[in-house]
């Protein structure tokens, strides 16, 4: 890569600028003082919630919680206007914090970076950018985020010929898409497809729901929030971050301290009952922690999650075909408002692509079961390369010339999900292994944001500018990642699931995430920086 004494030198670039790449630069930037550029592929910031601003997104977290705490001028000149806010009013949030801290002057937009190399000669990182623009810093950041990489589905035969429109939810256009009277088909019915077949069902003259793999749908009961409601949220902010902070997986729920074990079946299902009257992830969350761990109290709440969701649906057949058998827990739990009772509608129909798979797109639609289903609207729902896509989407070479799509070919290799060895002066926000794949977002993210922002000024106030992951410390805490999966349903299962990347093909079937708590996984964090760095990383 060609550089000349024209090139930029920054002390750091920041690769995102939604809600944690917004909190890393102003980190650096305000509160350590660096010299920081940030590039972001979208038009704005917001990242995941500027992209995927598909009909029905909103967030399954409670928007108090969903947000920065850091401030509390902030926090409390913001007023949510619903206890799960729609992507509107997130990207609306996070516009509104961009123009308070000023953010954006350090911030190019429409811009993709397209690789990072390490340049061991002189230290430092060389971004090249589809702008064909390189830039260089002493340290880069990633803020890329955990769902940022839309996967879209193996078999697109004939898409190309498709004359009707078609889009992936996670690369909505800008404008509003007109789906009112038209014939539409979703593929896919995970988080983003549940939302959107519940709202494009409203008006579609026909939706047809292709649907790959059926998945546990638990009500979100969302509701405004009352003037009363607001005014006692304003004094909650350090009790709401710390009861966060505090909790398995950054939500404002606690494990039911009781065994499920200590109640007969009758008793359980009292608890199971009081459970799904509340909003959110407290179905998820704050039930008996043995859901994650112990087979048999699993599938009486799976079964009962099934048992609720059948008495929604009119049409029995429909309804098995939309039962999961997976156990609860091992794939994502989608939040609905609505979703199976779109199924007792005329206009929509189910396709369980198990039974009858599609053949390949034509002109006028589909041809599924040798039939040709004609559609003026496709909707891709079909996930994300979640985890390491973003990451292994660049062309990232670190210091022996090794790019880091072949050094993760078997799955990620990291020091507490933040750094990668042969990768030096190189930090992850919410990488893969740490607590942020599998959290409340903003919560895990300040955790990994703060800890890097205090590493570099560790290093610089010691005069340091060089910092790499010892390999055995990694190799230690990836035997620390794989222990703590080895005991959830997950690892007793064995559910396909995108949690193990294995939604995508040619992925490796592995651990992408960190099934501890968000304490465990800070005291581990703290114990390095604790120990002052060096028996985790190589500093000089």
């Given at each position: 890569m060609d550089t000349d004494a024209t090139t930029p030198l920054y002390d750091a670039i920041v690769i995102g600028a939604g809600i944690n790449g917004l909190n890393q630069i102003h980190r650096l930037r305000d509160r350590s003082g660096l010299d920081v550029r940030a590039f972001e592929a979208g038009s704005d910031v917001g990242g995941t919630w500027h992209a995927n601003r598909y009909p029905g997104a909103r967030l399954d977290s409670e928007s108090y919680t969903y947000g920065y705490f850091f401030s509390e001028e902030i926090y409390?000149?913001?007023?949510?206007?619903?206890?799960?806010a729609s992507q509107a009013d997130v990207e609306r949030y996070l516009r509104f914090v961009a123009d308070k801290l000023d953010l954006r002057r350090s911030?190019?937009?429409?811009?993709?970076?397209?690789?990072?190399?390490?340049?061991?000669a002189e230290n430092v990182w060389e971004v090249r950018t589809d702008r064909d623009e390189t830039h260089r810093a002493r340290y880069l950041v990633t803020a890329?985020?955990?769902?940022?990489?839309?996967?879209?589905?193996?078999?697109?035969?004939?898409?190309?010929?498709?004359?009707g429109e078609w889009h992936h939810t996670a690369r909505w256009p800008q404008q509003p898409v007109d789906y009112a009277g038209k014939r539409v088909a979703v593929l896919g019915t995970g988080a983003s497809g549940v939302q959107v077949i519940t709202e494009v069902a409203k008006t579609a003259a026909s939706l047809t729901v292709l649907q790959r793999s059926a998945n546990y749908c638990v009500p979100l009961r969302n509701s405004p929030i009352t003037d009363e409601q607001h005014q006692a949220l304003q004094?909650?902010?350090?009790?709401?971050?710390?009861?966060?902070?505090?909790?398995?997986?950054?939500?404002?729920?606690?494990?039911?301290?009781?065994?499920?074990?200590?109640?007969?079946?009758?008793g359980r299902r009292e608890v199971y009952e009081q459970l799904w009257e509340r909003p959110g992830f407290a179905k998820w969350h704050n039930g008996f922690s043995e859901v994650y761990t112990d087979d048999t109290i699993n599938e009486e709440f799976g079964e009962f999650v099934r048992e609720?969701?059948?008495a929604r649906i009119d049409d029995p057949a429909v309804a098995e075909k939309l039962m999961p058998r997976y156990p609860f827990s091992t794939r994502r739990v989608t939040m609905d408002s609505g979703y199976y009772e779109a199924y007792n509608q005329d206009n929509v129909r189910l396709v369980d692509l198990k039974e009858t798979p599609y053949e390949r797109f034509t002109p006028k639609g589909m041809v599924v079961d040798g039939v040709e289903h004609e559609f003026d609207l496709i909707i891709f729902a079909t996930g994300f390369d979640a985890f390491t896509g973003a990451f292994t989407r660049i062309d990232i070479v670190g210091e022996n010339g090794v790019a880091l799509k072949d050094y993760w070919a078997d799955g990620p290799r990291t020091l507490l999900g933040i750094g990668v060895a042969?990768?030096?002066?190189?930090?992850?926000?919410?990488?893969?292994?740490?607590?942020?794949?599998?959290?409340?977002?903003?919560?895990?993210?300040?955790?990994?944001?703060?800890w890097i922002t205090?590493?570099?000024?560790?290093?610089?106030?010691?005069?340091?500018?060089y910092i790499d992951p010892r390999p055995a410390a990694q190799e230690e805490w990836g035997e620390h990642v794989m222990d703590l999966y080895q005991g959830t349903m997950l690892a007793k299962s064995g559910t396909e699931?995108?949690?193990?990347g294995t939604n995508v093909p040619g992925k490796a079937k592995t651990v992408y995430g960190y099934f501890g708590s968000v304490p465990q996984y800070a005291a581990r964090c703290d114990e390095v920086a604790k120990a002052g760095y060096t028996d985790h990383f190589v500093i000089r």
């Open positions: 409390r000149e913001w007023r949510w206007p619903e206890h799960y911030i190019d937009f429409d811009t993709t970076v397209t690789s990072a190399r390490y340049v061991a890329l985020g955990t769902e940022s990489a839309p996967q879209m589905p193996e078999n697109l035969t004939g898409l190309d010929e498709f004359e004094g909650q902010s350090r009790s709401l971050f710390e009861k966060c902070n505090q909790s398995f997986i950054g939500f404002m729920y606690a494990w039911d301290p009781r065994s499920g074990h200590d109640f007969d079946a009758a609720k969701a059948r042969g990768f030096p002066n190189f930090f992850m926000v919410t990488g893969p292994h740490t607590k942020g794949v599998f959290c409340n977002v903003p919560i895990c993210g300040e955790q990994n944001v703060v205090e590493l570099i000024a560790h290093l610089d106030a010691g005069g340091h500018t699931s995108y949690f193990l």
